[in-house]
């Protein structure tokens, strides 16, 4: 490996470090992270046949989906599609492999169907329609359409396709635990549908949680039943919250609604999303790769979903710093590690390293461990594995890490 590549030991504030820290979650069912949540396991399913059928993964980039919403017409208890939420499947793919063609549009389709019928808990009541809008052009001439494993240079050596910055932070901060634990919670009421939007504000030791829950048609009756439904399960969160984090802790839930007028007038949904009025979605819009969206990581805004799990820097480049900031995490305490390659750059000589750690490191110590993670190639049985599919943590485990964060 270089050794050429400068390395700064830089004092920026980490997120724990901040006077306030302010983060939000987009839940499983909003219509942005049903997007990067498509893109995803479309680009996982269509990896694992490549591996399956060619022997490696093949070129393609699903990060171009769109979640375009329907509309439903609504009753004070239930309601029907009159407009179908809409799926259009963007990118760059290869269709055939040694001539043979692959069944693109099977596996991308049938993911978009698995994926909203996991993050959806009223999908059967959605209508809904696929469109199909990949393409296999390029400037090289058998870039998406290989004759054989020889046209995948990337087999030899892994390199950067282009430039980009890319930030690890570890460990969830308390503040990260608690929107991915309001969302959490929530979801376990029978009642709530997925697309739960959480913003938890620390100012010093005292948070604020702002939560925006739907109800599902047919859980709830009235408004004032619905408003009494989110009180009571604001205040059971509260509880929770304030068992574990020191300061004072406010939870709002539904902040725009009413007790007066018909059901219909609030959060009212079939799927358990917005997409029901319309709303849409696009990949790279919501969270990040951790999950959450926090300005504190100064991190940049490259979006990880359905990227080329083989070379893509977006997500490979994201998994290295991702694996970085834990290993380093493990010795030294909260850090953060930023990573720059240029285009066409090996991964394990990136352009720049940029370390900070909240706990002083014997000299070159944190830097071993950074390169030592550099040096790997072991990404795509994680990341294949499903590392970066938006998903539900359970409830236990997010109280651990609060726990942890918070002590």
């Given amino acids: 490996m270089s050794t050429a590549t400068p390395v700064s030991s830089v004092r920026t504030p980490l997120p724990h470090e901040l006077a ?29 046949h490549c591996l399956d059928t060619a022997g490696a993964v093949l070129h393609h980039n699903l990060d171009k989906v769109a979640v375009l919403g329907g509309r439903a017409a609504f009753t004070d208890t239930g309601g029907v599609y009159d407009r179908p939420l809409r799926i259009v499947l963007g990118g760059r793919i290869s269709t055939s492999f040694a001539g043979r063609p692959l069944p693109v549009r099977e596996i991308l389709h049938q993911a978009a169907v698995d994926h909203l019928r996991t993050a959806l808990p009223g999908f059967d009541r959605v209508k809904l329609e696929i469109r199909q809008e990949t393409t296999d052009s390029s400037k090289f001439p058998h870039w998406f359409a290989p004759r054989s494993l020889d046209d995948l240079p990337e087999r030899r050596a892994a390199f950067s396709n282009d430039t980009a910055y890319l930030v690890g932070s570890a460990p969830r901060t308390a503040t990260e635990s608690v929107v991915l634990l309001a969302e959490a919670f929530f979801r376990r009421l029978p009642w709530a549908g997925s697309d739960i939007k959480a913003l938890a504000v620390r100012d010093g030791t005292n948070w604020t949680v702002t939560v925006c829950v739907p109800a599902l048609a047919g859980h709830l009756t009235s408004s004032a039943e619905f408003d009494d439904a989110v009180t009571a399960a604001a205040g059971e969160l509260t509880d929770l919250l304030q068992q574990r984090l020191p300061g004072r802790v406010r939870v709002v839930c539904n902040t725009r609604n009413s007790r007066t007028g018909p059901l219909s007038g609030q959060y009212f949904t079939l799927s358990g999303s917005a997409v029901d009025y319309g709303e849409d979605g696009l990949v790279g819009r919501g969270n990040a790769r951790t999950g959450v969206i926090s300005g504190a990581h100064l991190a940049g805004n490259e979006a990880t979903f359905g990227k080329n799990p083989a070379y893509h820097v977006g997500k490979v480049g994201g998994w290295l710093a991702d694996t970085a900031a834990r290993t380093v995490a493990a010795e030294f305490g909260p850090c953060r590690i930023a990573l720059l390659w240029r285009n066409g750059a090996p991964y394990d000589q990136p352009a720049s390293i940029e370390i900070t750690t909240a706990r002083q490191a014997p000299a070159g110590a944190a830097e071993e461990l950074v390169r030592a993670v550099l040096a790997r190639t072991d990404w795509m049985v994680d990341l294949l594995s499903g590392r970066y ?16 964060a918070a002590g």
Avoid: M, N, Q, W
């Avoid at 049903?34 to 893109?39: K, P, Y």
């Fill in 389 to 404: 599919l938006p998903c539900l943590e359970p409830v236990e485990d997010l109280l651990a890490d609060l726990d942890r």
């Fill in 20 to 48: 306030v820290e302010v983060v939000e979650r987009k839940g499983v069912g909003h219509p942005d992270t049903l997007a990067d949540g498509i893109a995803e396991l479309a680009s996982i399913r269509y990896s694992l």
